[in-house]
């Protein structure tokens, strides 16, 4: 059991590409998010899924895009990565228990864009 | 009013102190809360779940209290070890995979 698996662990971008970050989770999580830590602002919801072929829009989604094909995947994609998405980026996962949800994390990934 | 707010710290303690922080939420709502510690910006882990009034684990202590809409984290007799970010977590209430997390407050415990 892996839990949360994120890849990759570091990356660096110029301004202008476009790459994609991989989650996976082997827990059947039905729950799955994407948030952004930046110095000094905790951690800032991008985009979430309550199921495969559900997502939405978190708190700070824009540039950035998703997909839930299973349960156990959910890639987040820069469409234009732009310095201001310079950032470590955490993929979770969580499940209902009687309307509680406990999230697990991946180990996230550090990416630079310059 | 932000939705969650932390006591923004850092605190800086020694060793064997009890120190607290406290966390207000704005969504009444709410059902359930959590408290994750964070390592040198490593992945957030559970530390603490509070669904009714409390929860105690050991030297860490976590009290709600929905009239006035805050959490606290007491921790006693301070280990060098609890060095770390804490961050509140308060869920909206049933919007599975939607936490809403605090800034974090930054505790040092010193020898």
């Known amino acids: 059991n892996a839990g949360v698996t994120q890849t990759p662990k570091f990356q660096v971008l110029k301004t202008g590409q476009s790459m994609t970050l991989q989650c996976a989770q082997d827990m059947n999580h039905e729950y799955m998010s994407w948030y952004r830590q930046d110095p000094g602002m905790g951690l800032r919801l991008i985009h979430y899924?309550?199921?495969?072929?559900?997502?939405d829009q978190g708190e700070v989604p824009n540039g950035y895009n998703v997909s839930r094909s299973t349960t156990e995947d959910f890639p987040l994609r820069l469409l234009s990565a732009a310095p201001s998405q310079t950032s470590v980026y955490f993929c979770a996962s969580s499940y209902s228990d009687r309307g509680t949800y406990e999230q697990y994390f991946g180990p996230g990934t550090r990416l630079t864009v310059t | 009013r932000k939705e969650v707010e932390q006591d923004p710290g850092p605190f800086n303690v020694p060793e064997g102190a009890t120190v607290a922080f406290n966390c207000t939420y704005s969504n009444s709502a709410s059902q359930s809360f959590f408290w994750y510690r964070q390592d040198c910006r490593k992945e957030p882990k559970l530390l603490m779940s509070?669904?009714?009034s409390g929860n105690e684990d050991g030297r860490f202590t976590a009290q709600l209290n929905r009239a006035s809409q805050y959490i606290s984290l007491l921790i006693r007799d301070s280990k060098l070890s609890d060095s770390a970010t804490y961050l509140c977590?308060?869920?909206?209430?049933?919007?599975?995979?939607?936490?809403?997390f605090g800034q974090g407050t930054e505790l040092s415990v010193k020898p």
């Open positions: 977590v308060v869920p909206p209430y049933n919007q599975g995979g939607k936490l809403i």
């Open positions: 509070v669904y009714s």
């Open positions: 899924s309550v199921g495969a072929g559900i997502t």
